[in-house]
Structure formats: C-alpha cells, structure tokens
C-alpha cells in the first residue's frame, strides 16, 4: 500500500506539482495565502484533474481552538447553487454578497442540497495571490454533524463565491512530484553553457589552425627568400 504524505509534504506544493488523491491525480495550478488580525491563517492550493475538475485544498489555522489548530479541508466552488434561508423560504444566492458586506447578521441557517447548515463562525481579512491582494469576508456555516462545511466568501471586488468543504488528512494524499520547472531551467541552463563551451572551443581550434598556417606560411617565405640571395649572391 502506498504511504500517505505528510504535512511537511503538502506544504511543499506549488505551482507545477503533482500529486494524487483517491487514485485520481491532481495538478497544483496556483498557491494563496490569506491573513486576518486575530490570527487565523489559511494556505489554499487550487488542483485540477486531467478532465478538468478543480478543487482547493486548504490548510486552515485557527487561533479560537488551540486544541485543533490545524485542520485541511478539501473544497468544490459551486456555480450558482440555491442558498435557501430555512426562516423564509427564500434563495439568499444573490443578495447574501451584499448582506455580508454591509455587516448585516449572518443568517443562522442556510440549506444547500437538502443538507441544513447553521452558522459557526466569520472571518475577515487580506487574501494574497501573485502578489495581489484582495479583501475577503468570510461566513461558515456546518452540518449537524460537522462533517461538511458551506463556505461564503464576499470579495472586495463585489463577487461572491460558494464552496463545498470536507475535512481531509495529508495521509490521504499519495505520491507528490515536484514542480520540474527550476529543473528544466537548470537543465536548459546547463545545456546553454555546454552548446557554449562547445562552439568557443571549435572556435579556438580553428583559431589556432590559422595561426599554425600563418607561421608556416612565413617560414616559407623566409626560406625562399633567404635561396634567392644565396642563389644571386653565387653562393
């Protein structure tokens, strides 16, 4: 059987790594970092599958429960799914971005999928991506049996986005491959400087014939030149 990664291992990934989950291998396409000031962090690492189904890992680090302060989470974003508020009856899908910026009270539950959610917790800060930064609000709703997370992120940008979460170990991963990419630049590298080397050698060696020709060249020109007189001068 084939030993799961560990922590250290995930952690790792980047942009061009490879790894596998439940036999299906995966492509880490981008990385992201995100901060808030009580000091909940979050790692997300964006795969996809060769037929094209994405999700997020994520590494999630909460300061309010020291005695779980690391937990991942696998995530599916959702394209316009029915967020129905148990209370009215009423799909909150498109006002809910606006409700969470505008610091309206989270609603205390939503149901997704004829699964009911309620509200747990809300998170704010700065989401850094490439070098750019984005504000992100954040509502988390759980089952009743906290197996399965809805999350809600309203974007700075006024966009809003839906993801499905469940909680994953880096047991459950399987064999990781490196990013080749600083490989195939070192080896392009290295083949440059040799493709190099190869030519300034060539040329050193042609350099050297012509300069081996010059000499004889001269030489020959001073022996038949030196004939001459002796030949004029009789002797």
């Known amino acids: 059987m084939t030993a799961g990664l560990t922590e250290t291992q995930l952690r790792h990934l980047r942009e061009g790594s490879q790894l596998k ?134 974007w700075s940008d006024n966009t809003l986005s839906v993801y499905s979460t469940r909680e994953v170990q880096p047991a459950d991963f399987t064999e990781i491959q490196s ?5 195939l630049g070192a080896g392009q590298s290295n083949s440059f400087s040799a493709d190099v080397d190869s030519i300034q050698a060539f040329n050193n060696q042609a350099l050297n014939k012509r300069e081996s020709r010059s000499r004889e060249f001269a030489i020959a020109w001073i022996v038949t030149i030196v004939g001459f007189f002796l030949m004029i001068s009789g002797i």
């Open 21 to 154: 989950y439940h036999g299906v291998q995966w492509l880490v396409q981008d990385y992201s970092t995100y901060t808030d000031d009580n000091g909940y962090e979050t790692e997300e690492w964006q795969l996809k599958s060769s037929s094209g189904k994405a999700y997020y890992l994520l590494r999630e680090v909460d300061p309010q429960n020291p005695e779980t302060l690391v937990h991942w989470y696998l995530a599916e974003e959702l394209r316009y799914p029915t967020l129905i508020d148990p209370q009215t009856a009423r799909d909150r899908l498109t006002t809910v971005g606006d409700d969470m910026r505008s610091c309206t009270a989270p609603y205390p539950e939503l149901q997704l999928f004829n699964r009911v959610y309620a509200f747990e917790s809300q998170t704010e800060g700065d989401y850094d991506s490439d070098g750019n930064t984005r504000h992100r609000i954040t509502w988390d709703y759980w089952d009743k049996a906290h197996l399965w997370n809805l999350a809600l992120e309203a």
């Open 179 to 183: 990013s080749n990419r600083a490989a």
